[in-house]
Every structure is written in C-alpha cells, then in structure tokens.
C-alpha cells in the first residue's frame, strides 16, 4: 500500500537518460491531456495503458458468481488464493469478506483514516539510514470504478515519497467509505523512481481488474480483527491484525487519544507495526529498522489567524539569500542570515510541532555553515530546504494549494541548482516532481493560467530530452515568473 511508503520499496536499476527524459515527457503529455476533465494523468496511464506488471494476476480476479452463505443471505466477495508461503490467519477471523454497499462512498466520516479531509499529510522518518519524507494530498478529483456492478466514485489521494531529498516514488491511491463505515481501498498506480527515472510500476493495480477491493479500515475496529488491506497474493498483498484499541499517540502538537495499533503481514513474510490516530489517519510505520511518522497534518493541526510574521521572514530570507549567492553577494546573504536565526528562535519558543522543529533547525544550520563558507551551490541548496522548511510550517495557516504553489516555485529554482551543476538525472528528478505537484493545484489555478504552467513543464520536458541544460535553466527561470505572479 502506496501510503505506507516504508513498507513499499522495490530493487532499483539504472536507465539511460534518453530513455529518462522520454519517460519524463509521457508523463507530462498525460498531465496535460487531463487539463480539461477530471480524469488524472495517473488514471489515464492506469485506465489506458498496461501498467501492471507481467506478473499481475489476469484481468477479472474479482469475477465470477458471489458466493451467498444459504444461511445469511449476504453477498461474500471472491477471494483469490491465499498465498501458500505466508502464515495468514484463518478466514474465520476476517472482518472483510462481505461484500459493501457504497451510497456515499466520497464522503468518508471514519476518523482513523479520514481521507476526504485531509488536504496535507506530512511524514519524516529514515529509510536505509537516509532521511525519508512523504507528502500525502486529497486531490481535486475523483474516479469511477466498477466492481461486480457497482460504479463506485472513489476520492483520489496523491501519495509522494522523497528519499534523501529526491523524488522516490508517487502513487494516486483509490478510496471510498461503505454504509457500514468502513473504508475500502479500489487500487493504486505506483510509480518508483532511481536517478531521476521511473524504474518500476511494480505495485499498480485496479479493482475489477487485479484484484477485488480491499478493506483499509473497519468502521470500528476490534482487537484480533484481521483484514487484507491488498488481497491479490503473488502480486499484492497486505494482511492486517488489529493487536490494540485506544492507544494514546504522541501527535504533532500533543497526546492523541484513541488510537489504532495493526501489525501487517506482506507478502514476503515480513510484519510491521502501525499506528492510526483518530482525525488523522496513519501515524507510525515502524519495521526493519525503517520509520515513517506524521510530522503535521492539516486541518487536524491547523491553527487560527494570520501566518506569523517570524514564518514569513523565513521563508523570504531564505529566497533571499537564494537570489543574493547566485550574485555572490555574500553581505546581503549573511544579513538575511541573521535575521531569519533571530525570527526562528522567537518562533520555536511557541508551539511548534514536534518533528518540524529539528529539521528546521538543520536546514537554518545547514544555510548558516553554507553562507560563511561562500559556497555559491551549497548556499543556493540550503536557502531551498529552509524555504520548503518554512512552508511545511505555514501549512498550519494557509490553504494547502497556495503552500503547494509555493513548491512548484522551489523546485523549479532547484532545477537552476541541478542544471548548474550539471547533473541531469537530478534535474529530470524535478521535472517530475513539478508535473506531480502540478495535480494539486488543478482546482485553484484558473484554466488559461494552468496551461501557462503546463507549457513551461513541455518546454523542460523538450529541453531534457535533447540534453539542453541551458534550456531548461532558461524554462526553470520563466517558470519561477509564472508561478510568482499566481501566489497571494
């Protein structure tokens, strides 16, 4: 499952970058080709195009007559074959096997996965000993999906996962509540990433097609419920056992009580534990020497009133100091420098979630050291942490999508820094994430602005695909203008 990004990871190979940037720019034309509806480019690509892998089980897993107990009357859901290598529990235990009714499947009420209010989700964590972020969005759209004569509306979630700082894996995961509350998971279209490149769509499926739907959480949990919140064994496959209820959870800002601890099975026969947290969904990934955990969410964590002045002046300073080591003026840096260390300091004596606080820390410490080292690159890079830094803490007070506008801003001047350097797989790596990014946005950015946006992603597309880092250095700046002018 996409969303517990820990847990998902697939062995990397390399691509050349011609094949790279081609790969770049079919995502891109899918990005532009869903400007009019509102059918995502992932949803294209899953509807459209085969993208499960050779391994995938064949088209119609769900199918076939419903077997209906003579004793209940109730609709069961087919179920593939129980992987053979793997200790699953015994169907007796399952809570998952009749078949849901979906009235209302885009309103979902459930508070331990409440999807259809979460704008923002951010987790920090360590994964292979590197530092690991994800970004979780309820986009703005939906998609249809059959299943056994139902059309079901399912909200789409944008799941992102960066792995030391770069582009790791994006996933557009299905959801719907059922009448009985509980939240059913439709499929996902995965997409992992090494280099700057899409190195596997392992993982990508559609219920109907792969795999029957899949519960991701009860409508009330109980100790020893087992579910499958991925049920095609052999090529996804997850197993969840509820071990407790009404556990108090460290959250961002304080004590979260009653929350959800699972253990989950996977296919390989490895466990991991997780914990939900009651208007916040999942909390903690933990396994393997892995962690995944929720640094801030909105609007669980959202706070009234203006956005503080001490955060504004982070974030200018560090675009500020952004602009001021390209010209070198080392004066104008150290400055700002200065003012934004003062500002942090007032602001970190409030209330200050948790795991947002030390990675601030770093990177203002990191933009210090790079500042009076008069490293151009450093100082350019460290101004964008702290900048992206600023903004996960304004997400508290602004609207999600003005924050993920800001975004797109700073990875495009991150592509000034990569190109500068001339690492292209890197600066392929941001053009990805741009065109990512951009799905947030679709329903706050007015059509002909959104097209001035798309244009400028085509023009990088082009630009790395004939290995002109000028060029996209030039379409990096005009982008930057753009998005500028569109910011409140």
Known sequence: MSEH????????????????????????????????????????????????????PASGLAGGSPVTPSTHLVRMIEQPPAPTDVAVAPESERIDLAMPTF????????????????????????????????????????RIVEWEGQQVETLVSQYFAYLDGRIQEVAYDLYAQADDGSVWYFGEDVSDFKDGAIISKEGTWLTGKDAPAAMIMPATPKVDDVYRTENAPGFVFEEVTVKSINETLDGPLGAV?????????HMDGTTEDKTFGPGYGEFLTSGGGDVEALALAVPADAASGETPAELTTLEVGAKAIFEAAGSKDWTTASAEVGKMTIAWKSYRAGDVPKLAEPAMTAALDGLAAAVNGRDVAASRAAAIDVARSALDLQLRYRPATEIDLARMDLWAAQILVDTAADDAAAANGDI???????????????????????????????????????AEADAAAQLR???????P
């Not at 009580?257 to 099975?265: H, K, V, Y």
């Not at 203008?481 to 910011?487: F, T, Y």
């Open 481 to 487: 203008e753009i998005v500028a002018g569109l910011q």
């Open 5 to 56: 990004g820990a847990a998902r990871r697939h062995p990397a190979e390399g691509r050349s970058r011609a094949t790279t940037a081609i790969a770049a720019v079919v995502a891109i034309g899918l990005l532009a080709a869903a400007c009019g509806d509102s059918v995502s480019p992932s949803q294209r690509a899953a509807s459209a195009s085969p993208n499960a892998p050779s391994n995938a």
């Open 257 to 265: 009580p009653g929350g959800l601890l699972i253990g989950e099975l």
């Open 432 to 470: 990805f994430t741009l065109t990512y990014i951009r799905d947030r946005i679709l329903g706050s950015v007015s059509g002909s602005d959104r097209n001035r946006i798309d244009t400028k992603i085509r023009e990088l597309q082009v630009a790395a695909i004939d290995g002109d880092l000028a």
């Open 103 to 142: 009235s209302d499947p885009t309103n979902i009420t459930n508070p331990l996965f409440p999807v259809s209010r979460q704008e923002s989700v951010l987790m920090f964590g360590l994964v292979d000993d590197l530092p690991f972020r994800t970004e979780v969005t309820l986009l703005p759209f939906t």
